[in-house]
């Protein structure tokens, strides 16, 4: 037998493109390095207001950078990255709090199908610039990701019941130590507490090329 597989927990919010980035790198190296990935769905509102930080979009010079740095990084991360045209308006006075209690509810009642209804939450927002926030959006996704229109409207019934917490934040638990890893530029750093080899943000496309 081999060493136990450890644990990572990713805590991430739809509303975030960093969260995507780290979210597909880790699904990517699933099966890749000797881990067990459980998603954790959160609420980044939450935190940013425990925390007194402001979102992005409220901050100018933050915003700018983002504009130029995004298209970059979804080119590296091959991850279909498309800028909302209304960003302030998206991040700040929508938010995902419905989406993330959907998710919370997914997680917890079928959770098999969390990681295809959380991808197709972002790519509603991220890639196509579509609504997160009405029920009729949600379910949309969670179609799309291959639940039935009968286990969506449960879910949707239950998010009024569930308070989602709040990110992209990976906890690795490795040989009886608990190590918390912030942002989606730390998997390099993942994979030296593993053990692991890091091969790029795209491990299939860089064992291709060897």
């Known amino acids: 037998m081999g060493p136990a597989r450890r644990t990572l927990e990713l805590f991430y919010d739809v509303l975030s493109p960093y ?3 780290g979210f597909e790198v880790l699904c990517r190296y699933q099966h890749l390095w000797n881990i067990k990935l459980q998603l954790r769905p959160a609420f980044l509102g ?3 207001k425990d925390s007194e930080n402001k979102p992005l979009a409220t901050v100018p010079r933050k915003g700018q950078y983002m504009n130029k740095e995004m298209p970059l990084l979804g080119q590296h991360f091959q991850v279909p990255i498309n800028l909302p045209k209304d960003f302030f308006g ?8 419905n989406a993330m209690r959907f998710l919370t509810a997914v997680s917890m009642e079928q959770p098999e199908v969390l990681e295809k209804v959380s991808r197709e939450l972002w790519m509603r927002i991220w890639s196509r610039d ?7 959006s949600i379910l949309a996704a969670a179609e799309k990701a291959g639940m039935s229109t009968e286990q969506g409207q449960l879910f949707l ?5 569930i308070q989602a917490f709040g990110l992209p934040t990976t906890v690795a638990h490795i040989d009886g130590k608990t190590y918390m890893l912030f942002g989606s530029d730390r998997m ?12 790029g943000p795209a491990p299939t496309a860089q064992c291709a090329r060897l």
């Open 157 to 161: 019934e239950k998010i009024s019941t």
């Open 130 to 136: 579509e609504d997160i926030t009405e029920s009729q």
């Open 188 to 199: 390099e750093l993942l994979a030296y507490l593993l053990g692991e080899k890091w091969m």
């Open 19 to 21: 969260s995507w980035l």
């Open 90 to 97: 998206v991040i700040v006075k929508k938010g995902s709090l």
């Open 46 to 48: 939450g935190i940013m």
